[in-house]
């Protein structure tokens, strides 16, 4: 098979499109043809060596995540699926023409979603999921701020706490406060606006998915009590709040909660933007687009 291969750490330009050999089904596995994946943040931080010392990565590797496509064969001891059906989940080495993924790790596609277009969403929306339902822990009736709110995990996040009957707060940059009255949140407010920030009370958590300073900042407008979920680690100032609980986040699979989520989409309650489609081999291009930032997803067709 074809696939993106990586041989050792650098820039966009040290991925390589290349001839592998094909991965076989295991034990509650099945081999998937796959049809698109995607690019995460993950995938340009692992090509470039800054996670290297606690996510080392052996070479050659694959990058990938997400992946869309459809059962070519099952491994024994798998019955969910057969040879023909539609998928979508999380596997390891997606950025390739095929891949092996566990059981409980994908889903069917459900009617009325694109192919294709599924391989945008298993690790931004299980990410913003768990986010506000293993990190915040939000009930209804409180109030949480969604960090980066118009992005994709922060829109999943939004989506997430509303379903859980929170009150939410987009928080966004200036330039993105008519994008962020698209998200789905009760209030709107700009976070590199000082004097909005001074006007916000305490909050019951803050799901955070931009860290830095602003992360620093909000973890002082969280309620005694509190909680400070975030997918990037504890803010640097994380124990000068020793009554706040500080959560970090890891995305884990969970073939159930993604079916839901893609169930959300289809009915349009969940809106995850695609930036572009490009194909497998330009992914150090859509590598380096993505590290530019922005808002829709980029895709990987297979």
């Known amino acids: 098979m074809k696939a993106v291969v990586l041989h050792e750490y650098g820039g966009p330009d040290k991925l390589k499109y290349e001839d592998v050999p094909d991965p076989v089904a295991g034990d509650g596995q099945v081999l998937v043809r796959v049809a698109a994946s995607s690019v ?3 995938d340009y931080k692992l090509r470039s060596g800054i996670f290297k010392d606690f996510m080392p990565l052996q070479f050659p590797a694959i990058l990938g995540n997400d992946f869309s496509g459809i059962v070519r064969a099952v491994g024994p001891g798998v019955s969910e699926f057969a040879p023909g059906d539609k998928v979508m989940g999380m596997a390891d080495s997606t950025n390739a023409e095929l891949v092996v993924a566990k059981v409980s790790a994908m889903t069917h596609l459900p009617d009325g979603l694109d192919l294709v277009e599924a391989a945008a969403l298993p690790v931004v929306t299980l990410t913003g999921e768990q986010l506000i339902t ?3 822990k939000i009930q209804a009736g409180q109030t949480v701020l969604v960090t980066g709110a118009v992005g994709k995990v922060g829109r999943s996040a939004v989506h997430a706490a509303k379903k859980a009957g929170a009150t939410v707060i987009a928080g966004v940059r200036k330039t993105q406060v008519m994008a962020a009255a698209t998200v789905g949140a009760d209030e709107v407010l700009a976070l590199d606006d000082a004097s909005e920030l001074e006007k916000l009370g305490f909050i019951d958590a803050v799901a955070d998915t931009v860290g830095g300073r602003t992360a620093e900042e909000l973890l002082g407008k969280v309620k005694q009590g509190g909680i400070f979920a975030s997918v990037l680690g504890p803010p640097a100032n994380a124990k000068m709040h ?3 609980s500080v959560e970090h986040v890891i995305v884990q699979p969970v073939a159930e909660m ?6 959300d989409v289809v009915a349009g309650r969940l809106v ?3 930036d572009r489609m490009v194909p497998l081999e330009e992914a150090g291009a859509a590598q380096a687009a993505a590290e530019k930032g922005g808002i829709g997803k980029i895709l990987l067709l297979a």
């Not at 993604?258 to 169930?263: G, N």
């Open 272 to 274: 995850i933007p695609i």
């Open 242 to 244: 020793p009554t706040i």
């Open 40 to 42: 995460n943040p993950i």
């Open 258 to 263: 993604l079916r839901i989520l893609a169930e």
């Open 134 to 136: 293993k990190g915040t």
